[in-house]
């Protein structure tokens, strides 16, 4: 064995080309780019704005922010103390989203705040396949909406971005988890139907039976699963207002044509949520099927310290289960962009006379490379067709004085003699 490091289990490392690891095939840094740049471009069509925060953020913002009884917060954070700060690596971005607009005072700039965000996240879980300690997420957070149509907004605007990758086998699950106010009546008769059942229920189960029971409608196991088939569903127990909401909710998803299932006992693993709350699974992805979830959290400003309440809604979506539901629907993204040119050279005053064409070339725009060997010429060509350059100059000692630089169009194969001088004009035309 090697005694040189290696990545922490649950990290990876994202190389320029496709590489395979313990938790299945890590996309190209190049695929990353084309993910991010569809997810920017359907952001930039929503008029949604970028929004970067610390991957650093106070461990009280947190705790508070998603609940101290949830898994995130209960056993998933990698917080540290140094002197008598308390910090945590992130381990989602919408608490750190709504504490910066907060702290900016954005609602002084009226109207709603459509911001979005991707970046990695931090979650010390078991690793496998879909679950990892750092990860990536990206989402959106509207800040100050109250109206149904960025509920609507929000669902859409995942599916357009997974759409738009080609991604077209996946369901939206929808439910609506009233308000605060009428929790406690759902909490109870949920309970009380638990309650004569916990012998079948898993040990983590019974423990939330009596702190946060609302989370055992998140099981993943089937047997508790069976259990709850009867159980008493929150809508039953939603105020008028939540009621109609979740109605106008439906409505905007229907007349854009989005199918969509109703899921009575979808609940998110975040305390903050209210009214709408949705899923978008991938039916490929097996044990770690939600690509994406969120919701509306209108909560979530006043228990991180707002004095006002601020109406918000948004998702969070994984970008390793994006890959891993494009690779198994057989999708193949755009390969990396080729060099215009490659430089091949014979002799050392070619290679040091090409040195600065080489740079006046870059910057006139094209993207030129080079071999920083100094091998021979048939390697030399090797690394063009590897590279699959477009088009070799090659250029020789022999050739320099007469000015002359042989051009080789890969395509064709086609080669032929031309003066140094006129090269710049014939690499930048178009090919
Ligand atoms: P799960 O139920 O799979 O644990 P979650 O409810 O904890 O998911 P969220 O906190 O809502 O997930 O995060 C949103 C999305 O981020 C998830 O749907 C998933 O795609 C992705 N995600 C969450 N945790 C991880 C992780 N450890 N590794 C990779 N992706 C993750
Ligand atoms: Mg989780």
Same mark, same amino acid.
Request: net charge negative; charged share 25%.
């Given at each position: 064995?090697?005694?040189?490091?290696?990545?922490?289990?649950?990290?990876?490392?994202?190389?320029?080309?496709?590489?395979?690891?313990?938790?299945?095939?890590?996309?190209?840094?190049?695929?990353?780019?084309?993910?991010?740049?569809?997810?920017? +471009?359907?952001?930039?069509?929503?008029?949604?704005?970028?929004?970067?925060?610390?991957?650093?953020?106070?461990?009280?913002?947190? =705790?508070?922010?998603?609940?101290?009884? *949830?898994? &995130?917060?209960?056993?998933?954070?990698?917080?540290?103390? +140094?002197?008598? %700060?308390?910090?945590? #690596?992130?381990?989602?971005?919408? %608490?750190?989203?709504? +504490?910066?607009?907060?702290?900016?005072?954005?609602?002084?700039?009226?109207?709603?705040?459509?911001?979005?965000?991707?970046?990695?996240?931090?979650?010390? !879980?078991?690793?496998?396949?879909?679950?990892?300690?750092?990860?990536?997420?990206?989402?959106?957070?509207?800040?100050?909406?109250?109206?149904?149509?960025?509920?609507? !907004?929000? &669902?859409?605007?995942?599916?357009? &971005?997974?759409?738009?990758?080609?991604?077209?086998?996946?369901?939206?699950?929808?439910?609506?988890?009233?308000?605060?106010?009428?929790?406690?009546?759902?909490?109870?008769?949920?309970? =009380?139907?638990?309650?004569?059942?916990?012998?079948?229920?898993?040990?983590?189960?019974?423990?939330?039976?009596?702190?946060?029971?609302?989370?055992?409608?998140?099981?993943?196991?089937?047997?508790?699963?069976? #259990?709850?088939?009867?159980?008493?569903?929150?809508?039953?127990?939603?105020?008028?207002?939540?009621?109609?909401?979740?109605?106008?909710?439906?409505?905007?998803?229907?007349?854009?044509?989005?199918?969509?299932?109703?899921?009575?006992?979808?609940?998110?693993?975040?305390?903050?949520?209210?009214?709408?709350?949705?899923? &978008?699974?991938?039916?490929?992805?097996?044990? @770690?099927?939600?690509?994406?979830?969120?919701?509306?959290?209108?909560?979530?400003?006043?228990?991180?310290?707002?004095?006002?309440?601020?109406?918000?809604?948004?998702?969070?979506?994984?970008?390793?289960?994006?890959?891993?539901? #494009?690779?198994?629907?057989?999708?193949?993204?755009?390969?990396?962009?080729?060099?215009?040119?490659?430089?091949?050279?014979?002799?050392?005053?070619?290679?040091?006379?090409?040195?600065?064409?080489?740079? =006046?070339?870059? $910057?006139?725009?094209?993207?030129?490379?080079?071999?920083?060997?100094?091998?021979?010429?048939?390697?030399?060509?090797?690394?063009?067709?590897?590279? @699959?350059?477009?088009?070799?100059?090659?250029?020789?000692?022999?050739?320099?004085? %007469?000015?002359?630089?042989?051009?080789?169009?890969?395509? *064709?194969?086609?080669? $032929?003699?031309?003066?140094?001088?006129?090269?710049?004009?014939?690499?930048? =035309?178009?090919?």
């Amino acid at each position: 064995m090697s005694d040189s490091f290696q990545t922490i289990p649950g990290t990876f490392d994202i190389l320029p080309d496709a590489q395979s690891s313990s938790a299945g095939t890590v996309a190209p840094s190049h695929a990353w780019q084309h993910v991010e740049g569809t997810i920017r +471009r359907v952001m930039q069509r929503h008029g949604v704005r970028e929004i970067r925060t610390p991957i650093l953020e106070p461990t009280a913002l947190i =705790a508070r922010g998603i609940g101290q009884l *949830t898994d &995130i917060v209960s056993k998933e954070m990698f917080a540290f103390e +140094r002197g008598d %700060a308390h910090y945590v #690596l992130r381990p989602e971005v919408t %608490a750190p989203v709504m +504490r910066a607009y907060l702290q900016h005072h954005l609602a002084q700039l009226g109207g709603v705040q459509r911001l979005f965000y991707v970046g990695p996240c931090f979650r010390a !879980e078991r690793p496998q396949k879909g679950r990892y300690r750092q990860f990536h997420q990206f989402g959106t957070e509207y800040i100050g909406a109250d109206d149904a149509r960025a509920d609507a !907004e929000t &669902i859409l605007l995942a599916v357009d &971005i997974y759409r738009e990758l080609g991604l077209t086998d996946f369901t939206v699950r929808l439910n609506s988890l009233g308000t605060a106010a009428t929790r406690p009546a759902y909490k109870a008769a949920l309970t =009380a139907y638990l309650r004569p059942l916990a012998g079948q229920l898993s040990e983590t189960s019974r423990e939330r039976l009596e702190s946060n029971p609302l989370r055992i409608l998140d099981t993943k196991s089937e047997a508790e699963r069976k #259990l709850l088939e009867a159980a008493p569903v929150m809508l039953d127990f939603i105020d008028e207002e939540s009621r109609a909401h979740y109605k106008d909710v439906k409505k905007h998803l229907e007349a854009a044509g989005l199918s969509f299932e109703e899921d009575p006992f979808l609940v998110r693993g975040l305390d903050y949520y209210t009214r709408t709350a949705f899923e &978008i699974d991938s039916p490929v992805l097996g044990a @770690q099927s939600t690509l994406a979830g969120g919701g509306r959290y209108d909560l979530l400003a006043s228990e991180i310290g707002s004095k006002q309440e601020v109406p918000a809604v948004g998702f969070a979506a994984g970008m390793e289960r994006l890959f891993l539901a #494009l690779e198994a629907a057989g999708i193949v993204l755009p390969e990396a962009a080729a060099p215009d040119v490659f430089v091949v050279t014979l002799g050392d005053r070619a290679t040091d006379h090409a040195f600065p064409l080489i740079r =006046a070339w870059r $910057q006139s725009g094209l993207s030129v490379v080079y071999d920083l060997k100094g091998r021979s010429m048939k390697a030399q060509m090797r690394e063009a067709n590897r590279q @699959q350059a477009r088009r070799v100059v090659i250029l020789g000692d022999a050739e320099l004085d %007469a000015g002359m630089a042989q051009l080789k169009q890969m395509d *064709t194969g086609e080669q $032929q003699s031309v003066p140094l001088s006129g090269l710049p004009g014939l690499l930048s =035309a178009a090919t």
